[in-house]
């Protein structure tokens, strides 16, 4: 894409509100452009070849072709990064969700009119993360692996060190990122605590795809619940996470404090929080596929603490923001491709390769 002239942008939406609110929001950065506007997919289909959009705002539901069907479609003929706009419902949650394993690179939840008046500012940076996207690097990369034997049953008490610690945060392609990772790894692992910039209300129902889809129990996570071996913590979207320690073991803490980054959850206050909480050596971090800078801080506190830190390699990265700025920062010095994550964090688990996930002595 040629960065020096405006993004150009064509809006997908049945609603002429949703339009005009969108248009505005996007039109008000210099950096974009609105080429066009399309009251559907058919339409839409005819104004691309002559607009040239580099990016695609795209509403789900609407009549003659809905927006999953349209965005199928376009990936298999002419991928063009895309901005899903999808109603803050259980349905609008699934079609989300749908629309990201399918190649979408961001989502936005939206209530109305209202809501997406407040989103401006979101719009505006979902589309320049998604013009920086390069397509194809995480969506539909690995096929997900089928849950071992045995279901999901826990380690032995004590299997590992009770301050033992995975974290990964992850943006933009970050959805199908953490799939990749994730179902690649057994159930004996040491808690795993996760943030994903996803909106408020999605998130629920991405940790039960991924539980559907794992050998370890993802679930969204709650305030005060204890980090357990075996299991996945989720930032629930539009709430921080934080981790303390109690005693002898973690807990979630669930803050709905400032946006940090532009973002909440945030990458940063997850892993500076452990890194307070006494992580340390015993922890391995990183970060994923995802724009801006988020978590390049928190993961260079823990590095400082001992910790074993990575970042996902711009080869495989939707969009090589979030890991190059910690790798800028002296956050890590290891860069990853996507398939070599979890191999890394099963390998690294060996006393002899790190201190970290050393397991308790028996």
């Not at 943006?171 to 996760?194: F, H, K, N, Y």
């Not at 909106?199 to 370890?216: K, M």
């Not at 990183?286 to 390049?296: H, V």
Request: with cysteine; proline share 8%; aromatic share 4%.
């Amino acid at each position: 894409m040629n960065r020096n002239r405006p993004i150009r942008v064509l809006i997908i939406d049945d609603s002429a509100l949703v339009r005009r609110m969108a248009s505005a929001a996007l039109d008000s950065d210099p950096q974009i452009e609105v080429v066009g506007t399309a009251v559907d997919p058919l339409a839409a289909q005819e104004m691309i070849p002559a607009l040239q959009p580099d990016v695609l705002t795209l509403d789900l539901e609407m009549p003659r072709m809905d927006g999953l069907t349209f965005l199928r479609l376009l990936m298999e003929r002419s991928p063009l990064p895309v901005v899903v706009l999808s109603s803050l419902t259980t349905r609008g949650s699934d079609y989300a969700l749908e629309a990201l394993r399918l190649g979408a690179v961001e989502v936005i939840g939206k209530s109305g009119a209202a809501s997406l008046e407040e989103l401006g500012a979101e719009l505006v940076l979902k589309v320049k993360a998604a013009a920086a996207a390069r397509l194809g690097r995480a969506a539909g990369a690995f096929a997900p692996q089928p849950v071992p034997a045995g279901g999901k049953a826990l380690p032995p008490a004590g299997h590992f060190d009770p301050r033992a610690l995975v974290l990964l945060g992850a943006s933009t392609g970050g959805t199908e990122a953490l799939r990749a990772v994730l179902t690649q790894l057994p159930v004996e692992m040491p808690p795993i605590a996760v943030v994903q910039h996803i909106p408020a209300l999605f998130s629920r129902n991405f940790a039960a795809r991924l539980d559907a889809l794992c050998a370890l129990e993802v679930r969204e996570a709650t305030d005060g619940e204890r980090l357990r071996p075996g299991t996945v913590l989720l930032a629930p979207g539009g709430h921080h996470l934080l981790l303390h320690w109690r005693g002898d073991h973690y807990i979630a803490r669930i803050t709905e404090g400032p946006l940090v980054w532009h973002q909440r959850p945030a990458v940063d206050l997850l892993f500076a929080s452990a890194a307070a909480a006494g992580a340390g050596p015993r922890c391995l971090a990183g970060l994923l596929t995802g724009m801006g800078r988020d978590g390049a801080e928190g993961l260079l506190q823990l590095r400082q603490r001992g910790a074993v830190t990575f970042a996902q390699d711009e080869a495989t990265s939707v969009v090589f923001g979030m890991p190059r700025a910690a790798w800028q920062a002296g956050a890590t010095d290891t860069l990853l491709p996507l398939g070599g994550i979890a191999p890394f964090l099963l390998q690294s688990r060996v006393p002899a390769h790190a201190d970290a996930l050393t397991p308790a002595s028996t």
